[in-house]
């Protein structure tokens, strides 16, 4: 029975409507997933996965951030990435009020990952674990690039500094069609003072990797151009969490819940949140 999505939006500070998508089980959910996208991606790239882990009794809500796919606000542009932080933070909020005691699994996508794990320093206590999917705490940029960006943004912040390749997201065919034909993330093009608040929230994860304690799942495909999988290993390396895993996946391209080999991807997580429910 395929799980349709509810679609609907919020109200954030300065009127910006931030969208978000649901799914809903047949039965009571055990437990909430909460998914926080990258760049070039919005909530209804996770149809596939929504789909499956509603049928696997999951309360899924994936939103779209400010000036994303169905969000109001500046087109891809932010001065500080509290301002994703913080319509994370109402999100999960609203998640809650709405599955009144249930576990919350945070699953962060690239630079939704940088998001959901700068939430989840501040936040530890909302959460029962944080999957980390395609890391966007390492990037191919060397330092020397950054630095010249971090002074741009200061001139410029509008100018338009990074392009992913679409090509680089999946090896699934049709999977590339849809999203190069996406008009939600047609010819996207990050402006530097967005690349700059990332890299700046980045710049205080690993100074508190240490901090954080929760459960967490970190996933990355060895073959991804847009991300880099060392980064991923950082993490589990310095992170305080007892209970930690990292799974890299061989071949694997940046958006592995579009990529070929889904399926594995998905049972993995599915698996790992069911060793973590109670009984």
Same mark, same amino acid.
């Given at each position: 029975?395929?799980?349709?999505?509810?679609?609907?939006?919020?109200?954030?500070?300065?009127?910006?409507?931030?969208?978000?998508?649901?799914?809903?089980?047949?039965?009571?959910?055990?437990?909430?997933?909460?998914?926080?996208?990258?760049?070039?991606?919005?909530?209804?790239?996770?149809?596939?996965?929504?789909?499956?882990?509603?049928?696997?009794?999951?309360?899924?809500?994936?939103?779209?951030?400010?000036?994303? @796919?169905? $969000?109001? +606000?500046?087109?891809?542009?932010?001065?500080? &990435?509290?301002?994703?932080?913080?319509? !994370? *933070?109402? /999100? #999960?909020?609203?998640?809650?009020?709405?599955?009144?005691?249930?576990?919350?699994?945070?699953? @962060?996508? $690239?630079? +939704?990952?940088?998001?959901?794990?700068?939430? &989840?320093?501040?936040?530890?206590?909302? !959460? *029962?674990? /944080? #999957?980390?999917?395609?890391?966007?705490?390492?990037?191919?940029?060397?330092?020397?690039?950054?630095?010249?960006?971090? +002074?741009?943004?200061?001139?410029?912040?509008?100018?338009?500094?990074?392009?992913?390749?679409?090509?680089? /997201?999946?090896?699934?065919?049709?999977?590339?069609?849809?999203?190069?034909?996406?008009?939600?993330?047609?010819?996207?093009?990050?402006?530097?003072?967005?690349?700059?608040?990332?890299?700046?929230?980045?710049?205080?994860?690993?100074?508190?990797?240490?901090?954080?304690?929760?459960?967490?799942?970190?996933?990355?495909?060895?073959?991804?151009?847009?991300?880099?999988?060392?980064?991923?290993?950082?993490?589990?390396?310095?992170?305080?969490?007892?209970?930690?895993?990292?799974?890299?996946?061989?071949?694997?391209?940046?958006?592995?819940?579009?990529?070929?080999?889904?399926?594995?991807?998905?049972?993995?997580?599915?698996?790992?949140?069911?060793?973590?429910?109670?009984?």
């Amino acid at each position: 029975m395929a799980h349709i999505p509810t679609e609907e939006t919020f109200e954030r500070p300065g009127g910006i409507r931030i969208f978000f998508r649901t799914w809903k089980p047949a039965d009571k959910p055990r437990a909430v997933v909460v998914i926080n996208h990258g760049v070039n991606s919005h909530s209804g790239q996770y149809l596939w996965a929504g789909e499956q882990l509603a049928a696997k009794g999951f309360a899924v809500y994936a939103i779209d951030m400010r000036g994303r @796919g169905k $969000s109001t +606000g500046a087109r891809l542009y932010i001065d500080d &990435a509290a301002e994703y932080v913080g319509d !994370l *933070a109402a /999100f #999960i909020k609203l998640a809650k009020s709405r599955e009144p005691g249930l576990p919350v699994y945070l699953l @962060g996508h $690239s630079a +939704g990952g940088v998001v959901g794990c700068t939430y &989840a320093l501040d936040n530890q206590a909302e !959460l *029962a674990g /944080f #999957i980390c999917e395609s890391f966007a705490f390492r990037v191919y940029a060397p330092a020397f690039a950054l630095a010249i960006l971090k +002074g741009l943004s200061a001139i410029a912040p509008k100018l338009p500094v990074l392009k992913l390749k679409m090509d680089d /997201f999946t090896r699934d065919p049709k999977a590339l069609a849809a999203l190069k034909a996406d008009p939600l993330t047609l010819n996207e093009t990050q402006p530097v003072k967005t690349v700059v608040a990332l890299v700046r929230a980045t710049e205080r994860m690993e100074r508190e990797f240490p901090t954080i304690k929760l459960p967490v799942f970190i996933l990355h495909g060895t073959k991804d151009k847009a991300t880099v999988p060392g980064g991923s290993q950082f993490f589990h390396d310095t992170v305080g969490s007892q209970d930690k895993t990292l799974k890299l996946y061989e071949g694997h391209y940046h958006d592995l819940l579009n990529d070929l080999g889904k399926e594995g991807v998905m049972a993995d997580i599915v698996g790992w949140i069911d060793q973590r429910l109670p009984a």
